[in-house]
Nanobody
Framework: QVQLVESGGGLVQPGGSLRLSCAASGSIAGVNVMDWYRQAPGKQRELVARITSDGNTNYATSVKDRFTISRDNAKNTVYLQMSSLKPEDTAVYYC???????????????WGQGTQVTVSS
């Protein structure tokens, strides 16, 4: 069974930094795109950053130049380095990936359980 497990959230002061990690585990044949989404209270879930299997990235305008997404394909892990954090970055952050499980011919969507990031003084 494939699952995504996130870590690294917490409370940080404005201007601070945090690093989120998300590891895919289980019987995996392939991992395609890996993303980070976030959802603040009362708001829709939004895409924060995306990285393809060959390393191409794109970012939401609100986080560009402050957040960096990267991945380690050998570990099936994606990271989100967040810097210059602002109170408006406060949200639950979710990892997402398109993964092809072993003995499966279909790429499927998987989500992590979410990790809380709170930016406050």
């Amino acid at each position: 069974q494939v699952q995504l497990v996130e870590s690294g959230g917490g409370l940080v002061q404005p201007g601070g930094s945090l690093r989120l990690s998300c590891a895919a585990s289980g019987s995996i044949a392939g991992v395609n795109v890996m993303d980070w989404y976030r959802q603040a209270p009362g708001k829709q879930r939004e895409l924060v950053a995306r990285i393809t299997s060959d390393g191409n990235t794109n970012y939401a305008t609100s986080v560009k130049d402050r957040f960096t997404i990267s991945r380690d394909n050998a570990k099936n892990t994606v990271y989100l380095q967040m810097s210059s954090l602002k109170p408006e970055d406060t949200a639950v952050y979710y990892c997402h990936s398109k993964i092809r499980p072993l003995r499966d011919f279909v790429w499927r969507d998987y989500w992590g359980q979410g990790t809380q990031v709170t930016v406050s003084s």
